[in-house]
């Protein structure tokens, strides 16, 4: 059975986003092919939570290696779309000191359908829990034309140029 919905992505104009590529910069470091993010539709500071997209296009860099002929999203970068999301609303809403945020583990993720370029990728992330400058953990839900294509849960640490993880 899937997990409910943790937010309603429907009433939201994801052709005019709250935040663009050029506001997500301002927050994220990732750059080039790493940027996983095309918008935030909906911020929702009360609960610590929101919503964001990624189109996924046929230029992405590994449509031509996963799988040739098949380009077939791989689960790792699905991951990554989710804690950029959940990156930026820790960094934006400075949930934890550093200078980045970083993957500090991933829970009960689970991939329930595929996803191809000319998808929009939507993505919702909801803090759960946190330890004040230790640790930031979010659960994720990932959808492509109203269908779940992955779940899971993410823990975010502070990292510092200067003390690595």
Not at 8 to 16: A, P, V
Request: aromatic share 14%.
């Amino acid at each position: 059975m899937p997990p409910r919905q943790l937010y309603d992505y429907s009433k939201y104009d994801f052709d005019n986003p709250l935040y663009t590529i050029e506001d997500i910069r301002k927050i994220n470091p990732q750059r080039h092919e790493m940027e996983q993010l095309t918008g935030i539709v909906y911020v929702d500071e009360e609960n610590d939570g929101l919503i964001g997209f990624k189109d996924v296009t046929e230029n992405e860099f590994w449509c031509t290696g996963h799988m040739p002929g098949f380009p077939l999203m791989p689960g790792v970068i699905l991951c990554e779309c989710a804690a950029q999301l959940a990156s930026f609303y820790s960094r934006k809403y400075n949930l934890l000191d550093g200078e980045y945020l970083g993957f500090g583990g991933m829970e009960k993720v689970r991939f329930r359908k595929s996803v191809f370029p000319g998808s929009r990728l939507i993505i919702v992330a909801k803090k759960y829990r946190l330890r004040k400058g230790k640790r930031a953990e979010f659960e994720f839900q990932g959808f492509v034309n109203d269908e779940l294509v992955f779940t899971g849960t993410m823990i975010g640490v502070p990292i510092n140029r200067s003390t690595p993880l």
